[in-house]
């Protein structure tokens, strides 16, 4: 099993974070479409249940796997992420659109002060692919991918967060 954690540091308190980004369908849709270059993004499902916010949501990203992991699974591959924010924390699974018996994605995300209107962003993900062969192979894609999109994608979150908020 391989294991993600990815920091990253953003000029905002985690309150102003989870608001404008997390819980913000518009922001969302931005960011996997502009910021990731994913080919699709829908929301499923997203609701409120007391203290919780569950949401649900397909992506379809623009990878191009290594030719023996294209053979396996054959077309494009989208994701179903379905996850719950408690107020502090958002856990999540991802299941991909083939193999998803095979393939387990499960991860969260946290905010943490680190001063005045500035926090720490802790992204985890514990990734398991059993698949005979070219399961470390496939699981090794994944974390690749994973880093390059939270990577790539903190400068959009950045210039996000650095515009001003519509009324």
């Not at 998803?100 to 962003?121: D, W, Y």
Request: glycine share 8%; with cysteine.
């Amino acid at each position: 099993m391989g294991r993600v954690v990815i920091t990253h540091t953003l000029d905002v308190t985690p309150k102003e974070y989870w608001r404008r980004c997390l819980l913000s369908e518009s922001f969302n849709e931005e960011y996997f479409v502009k910021g990731l270059g994913f080919r699709a993004y829908e929301v499923v499902e997203s609701r409120q249940e007391g203290d919780l916010h569950h949401r649900k949501i397909r992506t379809v990203p623009k990878v191009e796997p290594p030719r023996v992991i294209q053979k396996a699974i054959g077309g494009e591959i989208a994701y179903i992420e379905e996850g719950v924010f408690d107020g502090n924390t958002y856990t999540f699974s991802i299941k991909p659109s083939v193999m998803s018996e095979k393939i387990l994605i499960n991860g969260s995300f946290t905010a943490e002060p680190v001063g005045e209107n500035q926090m720490k962003r802790i992204a985890t993900m514990d990734i398991r692919v059993r698949i005979f062969g070219i399961g470390k192979a496939i699981e090794t894609f994944i974390e690749q991918s994973t880093r390059d999109n939270f990577n790539s994608g903190i400068s959009f979150i950045r210039e996000f967060l650095a515009r001003p908020e519509s009324e």
